[in-house]
């Protein structure tokens, strides 16, 4: 039996126990409960994130520095907590840069000779817009001590291949818990909805389309309406619990996932949440999302362009004036999002771990 320890941004205990008790879903698991009903020894550890681990306080002013730098933490706390752990496992799955990056520096000075698969999120065009930064330069020459990185769009994957072999794998989402959500919808009529929490999102351009006379919801972070004004008609939320989002999102007529004119891959798995929801979807017109997924404008959702608000309004408009071609769109999103599950996410990563392990 391989084992395969994974590295996380953040506690995954929680919401691996909420996913066995089938109370939530597993998406930011990456696959490693699958791959642990597959058969792998799968591991992941929390004790980087507790306040009474000594080396997350003594390390933090290091990771503070790089984010603030860069825009991406270098959690070596977690990695030097993990040591005995690493050695011990027959691979490590490192999930984001922040965690992964660390481990690239051990690797290149002999502590860890373990195999590292390396996947990258918001690292790519880091890479390429800081070309004269010196600690992006020293990022790059880390790059190669990877035994493999996984990325999520092709636009990335050309970027990150001058530095090492790199794999387009298309992330998932847990797919049972969208498409099949039991609890009834919030009784609030919503008649549009946008959410997701990641720096790139625009609603800006959402609150805009809306105007005043259209019916909204927005689920975000607070920094994500830093100096947007909300008029009355849409309501906030901020940080809810999953249960809750399913629940807003089966209240929507239709659902709006705005990203800023972005390369990286932004607004993936949030759109997949709302597809698996079998709601009818608008999503900015953005290649990581479109190419990633090989959707069919009309068919599995429909694209707006990108800040264009007067284009997003027009296609708000058409899908509340039009509910039978929504409830088409709805279905035909619904079957595109169960190729992309957690389930088959895992099924990817088990061919790329036969061949490292």
């Known amino acids: 039996m391989q084992k395969a320890l994974f590295l996380y941004k953040t506690p995954r205990k929680e919401v691996y126990e909420l996913w066995k008790s089938k109370k939530g879903p597993d998406t930011i698991l990456y696959g490693a409960n699958h791959l642990e009903e597959m058969g792998y020894d799968v591991k992941f550890f929390d004790i980087a994130f507790s306040k009474l681990n000594p080396l997350r306080w003594l390390f933090y002013p290091i990771h503070l520095i790089a984010a603030k730098t860069t825009g991406i933490g270098f959690k070596i706390d977690q990695a030097i907590s993990l040591l005995p752990v690493i050695n011990k496992s027959d691979i490590v799955v490192s999930t984001i840069d922040t965690a992964g990056l660390p481990i690239l520096l051990f690797k290149k000075v002999g502590i860890i000779k373990k195999p590292l698969i390396y996947i990258s999120v918001d690292f790519a065009y880091r890479l390429e817009n800081n070309k004269n930064n010196q600690l992006f330069s020293w990022y790059k020459n880390l ?180 509910p039978r071609i929504a409830e088409r769109i709805a279905k035909k999103g619904q079957l595109k999002a169960k190729q992309y599950s957690t389930a088959a996410f895992a099924v990817q990563l088990s061919r790329v771990i036969r061949k490292l392990a």
């Open 143 to 322: 790059m190669k001590f990877a035994d493999v990185i996984i990325c999520y769009s092709e636009g990335e994957r050309s970027i990150l291949k001058k530095y090492n072999k790199t794999l387009v794998l298309t992330p998932g989402i847990d797919w049972e818990f969208f498409a099949k959500g039991k609890e009834l919808p919030n009784k609030a009529n919503v008649d549009v909805l946008a959410f997701g929490r990641d720096h790139d999102r625009d609603y800006e351009t959402f609150v805009t389309a809306l105007g005043k006379d259209i019916n909204g919801v927005i689920v975000c972070s607070p920094e994500n309406l830093k100096n947007i004004e909300v008029p009355k008609n849409i309501k906030v939320f901020f940080n809810i619990e999953p249960k809750q989002l399913r629940q807003l999102i089966n209240s929507a007529k239709v659902v709006v996932i705005p990203i800023k004119k972005v390369q990286r891959a932004s607004g993936q798995l949030s759109f997949l949440e709302s597809i698996s929801s079998k709601k009818p979807t608008i999503v900015t017109n953005v290649p990581a999302i479109k190419e990633t997924y090989g959707l069919n404008y009309k068919i599995d959702c429909l694209f707006y362009e990108a800040q264009v608000a007067s284009d997003l309004r027009s296609k708000i408009l058409y899908l509340l004036s039009e």
